[in-house]
């Protein structure tokens, strides 16, 4: 069956593998979230933040059904996690609204973590693609796999690498395998870059390397361009970046206006 990727779970390792004993969540379960002053050497740099923001929140669990009684480690990661935040993004956030997204998840693997930061990205922050696979209640009432990808943004506060913002959507495993070109990076790019905004003159072989994958096009104008996407667990491929080959034989990241091609369409 040629659609079999959208139907399979991910096979990935999970990356957020820290290993934070009991001694370390113990320390900070009595206290309220406002009053826990986290360590340094959790902010060492942008990745480091991400991994370890994800690795305690690995066994957190808010759900009212599945599983056989406890669960991990309950409810006592949430308010160490939610100091990873920078004040303003506390600021947009409240706790509670914090401690409410987590509604019916009862595990998080980071499958998925890539450092997309380029010229696009507003000084000073760092963009990350993430991919998480979560257990979930069902309505059936049993527990099953959820997965959501998206970015996660990071800014220095004080010295530490902190989450200024973290945006996420949910993959769905039925509409990609029945439906759409949008959800295949080549169709994509021939649709959009050759028939909508008329830039292909030649789409080259597509280079995957794991969920990685570039398409390669010679433009109607003699530029050289690549389009990079990530592959999900559902199999969709998301676009990431656009480069195009500069003067100096360089792959230089741009942005182009499909809104444009498709009022021009």
Known sequence: MNNEQYFRPSP????????????????????????????????????????????????????????????????????????????????????????????????????????????????????????????????????????????AYIQNENGKYKISDIDLKSEDFLCAAYHGWRHNAEFYVDAVYGDWCKLIKRRYPTEQSGYLKNIYILGNDAHDYRFEFFQLTNGTDIEIHQFIKDVNNEWKPIKIDVNKCIQRY
Do not use: M
Request: net charge negative.
């Open 12 to 151: 990935l390792p999970a990356l957020n593998n820290r290993d934070f004993n009991f001694e370390f969540f113990d320390k900070y379960s009595n206290e309220n979230y406002n009053k826990i002053v986290l360590p340094d050497w959790l902010f060492i740099s942008p990745q480091d933040t991400l991994i370890n923001y994800f690795s305690i929140l690995q066994e957190a669990e808010n759900i009212s059904q599945g599983g056989c009684g406890s669960i991990g480690l309950a409810k006592i990661p949430y308010p160490i996690a939610y100091n990873f935040f920078t004040s303003e993004y506390k600021n947009k956030i409240n706790h509670s609204s914090y401690f409410n997204s987590f509604n019916n998840i009862g595990h998080i693997n980071l499958i998925k973590l890539n450092n997309i930061t380029d010229e696009n990205v507003s000084n000073g922050t760092y963009k990350y693609f993430i991919e998480l696979e979560t257990i979930e209640p069902s309505v059936n009432g049993t527990v099953s796999f959820a997965y959501y990808y998206g970015y």
